[in-house]
């Protein structure tokens, strides 16, 4: 049985550890993703109307997380919008589509919230499947004008954005202190840290942009 509901506080250890066995190793060795869920609920740009993880046989195996995002246009007209991260399932049940679920799911609940637009940074192969296009497509940018192409946009509402340009700016809760995800990280149980593939294909795309 399949169920995707809010999280709630009983559920914030159980989260954490999906969260860190979920990203061990894939873009780094080690990771910090579970201390960003530590300290993301508590941020001001946090929804937690959008904190939502899945269960399976009353089991949680995966969660997604938002936070307020905006879009600022030529003219300094803000937009205020989406993004989510982290997003993950816990390894032995990816691939079976329940990150799939979870995500058509929170794109129901955003859209009902009276958002229109999700902007995330991710590997393109994950996402445009869901709807996602590269955010040259719609003429959103980084502050510095380049166009990364990690950075994915999609509409909730189609044609909300109208061509002009936009310049996106995320929520600093992503500015992570690595001494402090370090320290977090150290009361936890021991795991290797190891290099694999994955973490050059995230260098790779992390460091590409669109022309």
């Not at 550890?17 to 960003?36: M, Q, S």
């Not at 995330?120 to 004008?145: M, Q, W």
């Not at 995320?170 to 795991?191: C, H, N, T, W």
Request: glycine share 8%.
């Amino acid at each position: 049985m399949i169920k995707i509901r809010n999280e709630e506080q009983k559920d914030y250890k159980r989260v954490e550890d999906i969260t860190r066995k979920a990203f061990w190793n894939l873009y780094v060795p080690g990771c910090n993703e579970h201390y960003l869920v530590h300290i993301m609920r508590s941020h001001k740009d946090f929804l937690p109307e959008l904190d939502l993880v899945i269960e399976v046989d009353d089991r949680i195996i995966g969660n997604i997380m938002y936070t307020k995002a905006r879009l600022i246009d030529e003219f300094g007209e803000e937009k205020d919008i989406l993004t989510f991260g982290p997003l993950c399932i816990l390894p032995g049940h990816q691939r079976k589509g329940y990150g799939k679920k979870l995500l058509e799911y929170s794109f129901e609940r955003a859209a009902a919230l009276g958002y229109d637009v999700i902007v995330i940074f991710g590997n393109p192969d994950n996402y445009v499947g869901r709807g996602f296009k590269s955010c040259k497509k719609f003429n959103v940018c980084l502050e510095n004008g380049t166009y990364p192409a990690a950075m994915m946009v999609k509409e909730l509402k189609p044609g909300v954005l109208d061509g002009r340009k936009w310049i996106y700016r995320q929520s600093p809760v992503y500015e992570i202190d690595e001494k402090e995800a370090e320290r977090f990280d150290e009361g936890l149980e021991s795991m290797v840290k190891e290099y694999r593939p994955s973490q050059e294909e995230f260098y790779i795309h992390s460091h590409s942009v669109i022309q």
